[in-house]
C-alpha cells in the first residue's frame, strides 16, 4: 500500500511527464505564430485530458487504500473526478502561446509547463476532496506536502485537517503537495487553523492578505 508521500510523488512524476509531452510538441511546431497556436489548442488539451485521468485515477486508487486502511466498513464507490476545464484550458493555452508572438523574456515551454501541470496534478486534488466531500465516512482530508515554499509548508503544518467544505486546495504552478482523506475514527491531528482555513480560501480582501503575509513571516521565517 502506497504511503501519502509515495502517492504525492507519483503524482509529481505523472504531471512532470505531462509537461514534457507537451513541451516535446512545442518543440516541434512549424509555421506561422497563428499555426503554432492553432496547433498547441489542437493536441495540448488532449495532453492534459489524457494525464488528468491517470492522475485522478491514482488518487482514487489511494483513496480507496486509504479507507481501507481505515477500516470503514460502510460501502462507497469512489470515483475518478476530472472537471470540465475546456475553457480555461484554452485560455490558459492561448495565454502560454503568447511568447510565439514576439520578444517576451518568458518562453512558450516555460508558459506550456506551468499550465500543464497544474492542471494534470488539480485531477489529483479534485479526486481526494469531491469523494471526501461525498463519502459520509470521511473526517476531512490533510495537505501532503513536498519540497514546497513557506505557503504549502504552512498549510499543510501539523497534520492539519480540513473540515469544512468551503477549503480549497491551494496551489501554485508546479506546487507539488498532495491530498490525503482522512477518516472517522482515526486518530487525526488538529483542525485547520484560522490561518490554514484563510490559505484555503478561494478570494481573500487586502486585509486577510496582509493578516497572512504577516503570519507566515512570523511563524515560517526562511
Ligand atoms: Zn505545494
Avoid at 516535446?24 to 489542437?42: F, I, N, Y
Avoid at 470540465?84 to 510565439?100: M, N
Wanted: charged share 25%; net charge positive; glycine share 6%.
Amino acid at each position: 500500500m502506497p504511503t501519502p508521500q509515495q502517492s504525492r510523488r507519483a503524482l509529481a512524476l505523472l504531471s512532470d511527464e505531462a509537461a514534457a509531452v507537451a513541451n516535446d510538441l512545442s518543440l516541434r511546431l512549424t509555421g506561422s505564430p497563428e499555426a503554432q497556436r492553432a496547433a498547441l489548442l489542437e493536441t495540448v488539451p488532449g495532453v492534459i485530458d489524457y494525464y488528468a485521468v491517470g492522475a485522478g485515477t491514482l488518487a482514487a486508487d489511494f483513496y480507496d487504500e486509504r479507507r481501507q486502511l481505515a477500516n470503514v466498513k460502510q460501502a462507497y464507490a469512489t470515483e475518478v473526478i476530472v472537471l470540465d476545464r475546456t475553457v480555461k484550458i484554452r485560455r490558459a493555452i492561448a495565454w502560454a502561446a503568447q511568447p510565439l508572438f514576439g520578444p517576451m523574456a518568458v518562453t512558450l515551454q516555460l508558459r506550456l509547463s506551468e499550465v500543464v501541470q497544474p492542471e494534470v496534478a488539480r485531477a489529483y486534488r479534485d479526486t481526494v476532496l469531491e469523494n471526501r466531500r461525498r463519502d459520509p465516512a470521511t473526517a476531512g482530508w490533510r495537505r501532503v506536502t513536498g519540497v514546497c515554499c513557506k505557503f504549502c509548508r504552512m498549510l499543510g503544518d501539523k497534520g492539519a485537517i480540513y473540515k469544512r467544505d468551503t477549503a480549497q486546495f491551494a496551489a501554485h504552478p508546479h506546487c507539488d503537495c498532495g491530498a490525503e482523506p482522512v477518516f472517522q475514527g482515526e486518530a487525526i491531528g488538529p483542525e485547520a487553523n484560522n490561518f490554514q482555513y484563510l490559505g484555503s480560501k478561494r478570494r481573500r480582501t487586502p486585509a486577510e492578505k496582509q493578516a497572512l503575509r504577516d503570519w507566515l513571516e512570523a511563524e515560517y521565517p526562511d
